[in-house]
């Protein structure tokens, strides 16, 4: 079983998992009267793709916005990177190297692709107006290593042809591959996949899976996604989440959470008492 491996384990297919990098500690998160997060836990390993799923108003966006620390629960505690992470704003919650991408495409429509993928950068800029004066060297140093990274995300997801592109001219699947290249820009630890399929067709969806189950094999990025699509869950990741009425119900390869009797009745609606 990979959760008794403390160091990791290699997969079937050969890719090594590693250690908990993230973890879940019985997280309840309520918006008034609705408890949308009821004393769940769970980890994230070093590496792996990690889908949390589950019917409508389940809990999972209310669960990634926790990861992202959009939202503060009121008991639990997040552990990264070894140690109890505490309030943190989004943008630090960046800083110390969690990215995402939102259900809503949330892009700069009138802006190129390059530059929306140029402000994935902006948690690596050390020099704002004033250092831009009077650090002109520094400055355009740092610019250039910039670029050169946004570069090789646009060249590794192939949108190098559509770089001078509004925003606003693609189709909704390049938007989309356009918002996981902003994020991956950024150099995630972990990178938060919101839907990353919503709204797309099946050819749409086959090459965001690919470009996903690269990203993870290339840059050994640790993905935690969420997603609709059960096929799409099943295929891509190593470990699932199963949430219902914000509480946990599965947790496990796919293979274990397709087998978990507790799901499958979620999933077909079975009455709960
Ligand atoms: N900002 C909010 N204010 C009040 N209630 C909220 C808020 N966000 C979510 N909820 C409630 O919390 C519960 C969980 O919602 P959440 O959006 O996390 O579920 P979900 O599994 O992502 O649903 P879906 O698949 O439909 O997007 C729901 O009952 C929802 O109405």
Redesign the pocket.
Known sequence: MPDTQQDGYMTADGRRIGPVVMEMRNITLR??G?V?IKDISFDIREGEIRAII??????????LNVISGFYKPQEGEVIYKGARRPPMKPYQVARDGIARTF?NIALFEGMTVLDNVMTGRLNHMRSGLLGQAFWWAGAQKEEVANREVAEKVIDFLEIQNIRKTPVSRLPYGLKKRVELARALAAEPKILLLDEPMAGMNVEEKEDMCRFILDVNDEFGTTIAL?E?DMGVVMDLSDRVVV?DY?KKIGDGTPDEVRANQEVIDAYLGVAHD
């Open positions: 918006f008034g609705v949308a589950g019917p409508n108003g389940a809990g999972k966006s209310s669960m259900q969420i609709h949430m914000g």
